[in-house]
């Protein structure tokens, strides 16, 4: 199952292509310059089709033996409509189905599980500029589990996130900042009364000839936790 950063785009990447197909699609969404055929972010390798939509997620380990990886389906409309996730051995551990309602502006998402068929449902609502703000998971049916409020800025770019519990009460937020590039230079987390307890920073060392980055330096407290290097296929 996706992190629910790496879902959320997923979502986003989908109602920006949708609202202006030809100028927005997931290229742009995560602020990619070029058309990008795969990224290989670490062990991770993302792939998309010409029309910039996510078509695979590859992971490795450290021996280059895939761990997961992850199939999409779009409809003619760029609408996504499945996903497929895989383990090791290359068996189905999970699917995604996603049912796109215009009327509502809102995206359901059944997750199953071939042993145990569904697991869970997920609901985004999102306003009429195509941004998602809301999104509630659910349990055995119409069970609310949790909900997350999301703010956007002009550029795309998510803020704020807010998870609240299934009484509606505040767990924590997070919060992000960008550069004038759409990188994101800088995480925070607070905890559910309002004190911050994670900041992450990011510097970004280098890019290649398009002006993506290729070199990242993540720092927490000034000390660095974590070094991600990019390598970029173009179409």
Known sequence: MKTKTSLLYIINSILVDNKETKNKNAWLYYNFNGSIKSIRSNNVVHIFNTYGNL???IHYNQF????????????????????????SDGGLVVENIYKHNSKTNEIQLFNQRPWRGLTEKHTFNYDNNAKCMEENQYYDGDIID???????DDKYN?????????????RW????????NGNEIEFNEYNKIGVLYRKETFAYESYDENGNWIRRISLENETVTKITERKIEYF
């Open 158 to 170: 998510l803020i704020v996130e807010n998870f609240f519990n299934p009484v509606d009460k505040l």
């Open 64 to 87: 280059e033996k895939i761990t997961s990886n992850s199939t999409y389906k779009y409809a003619v409309n760029d609408n996504i409509i499945e996903e497929n996730g895989y383990g």
């Open 173 to 180: 937020k997070r919060t992000h900042k960008y550069d004038s």
């Open 55 to 57: 078509v695979e997620e």
């Open 146 to 152: 949790a909900k997350w409020i999301y703010k956007f």
